[in-house]
Structure formats: C-alpha cells, structure tokens
Nanobody, 126 residues
Framework: QVHLVESGGGLVQAGGSLRLSCAAS????????MGWFRQTPGKEREFVAAIWSGGATYAADSVKGRFTLSRHNDKNTVYLQMSSLKPEDTAVYYC????????????????????WGQGTQVTVSS
C-alpha cells in the first residue's frame, strides 16, 4: 500500500512558478513509477508528466519546456517544478503511483496507476 500526499499548490500570477511535492509512504518508493495529472471541473483527468525510478521523464506537449519532474528516492518524494505558468494550467493536480517491474504501460492513462493522492489546487491568474 502506498499513501500519497501532494502539497505546494496555490495562487500565482501568469508567468510565475510553483513547485508541487508528492510525498509517498512505504519503503519501496524506488520501485514505483510516478505520474502527475490535472483536472478541471467537467473535464477528464489530464496527463501532465511521468517519472521512472531511474529518473527518466516524459511530459505532455502542453507543458514541455515549462514543467520539470524530479524525484528523490531517499526522501520518498517527487517534485513537479512549474514555470512560465499560464491561466490554462489552472487545475487540481494529482500525484499517482504505479509499481513498476519493467513491463510496458501507457504512462498517460489514469487506469495504469494504482494509487492516487488527494490533489492540490493550482490557480494561475491572468
């Protein structure tokens, strides 16, 4: 069982930055691939970025060059550094985890992840 807690959300002006954190419980954090998704009212949860145990990352086109994903396995934490924020980045951001044994999976799909955090609100004002 993995328990995820996001933090770092808030209100920021367009062009500003925020760093989201996702703290995970458990002693096998390094065995989990992590993902970030976001959701606005009335819309489906949208893939933002994913990171694997070794640090490889993959990001959605909408955030490439602006968002950076990193992880510290010794701290059981994943970070999403968001820069050059736009009003359209406004959403609730969710952290997700999937036990990764080397099998193929689609990191952009919500159903691929076993565990989810409660979400943190990010609001970007124009």
């Amino acid at each position: 069982q993995v328990h995820l807690v996001e933090s770092g959300g808030g209100l920021v002006q367009a062009g500003g930055s925020l760093r989201l954190s996702c703290a995970a419980s458990g002693r096998t954090f390094s065995s989990y691939a992590m993902g970030w998704f976001r959701q606005t009212p009335g819309k489906e949860r949208e893939f933002v970025a994913a990171i694997w145990s070794g640090g490889a990352t993959y990001a959605a086109d909408s955030v490439k060059g602006r968002f950076t994903l990193s992880r510290h396995n010794d701290k059981n934490t994943v970070y999403l550094q968001m820069s050059s924020l736009k009003p359209e980045d406004t959403a609730v951001y969710y952290c997700a985890a999937r036990f990764f044994s080397g099998d193929y999976y689609d990191p952009t799909r919500t159903y691929e992840y076993e565990y989810w955090g409660q979400g943190t609100q990010v609001t970007v004002s124009s």
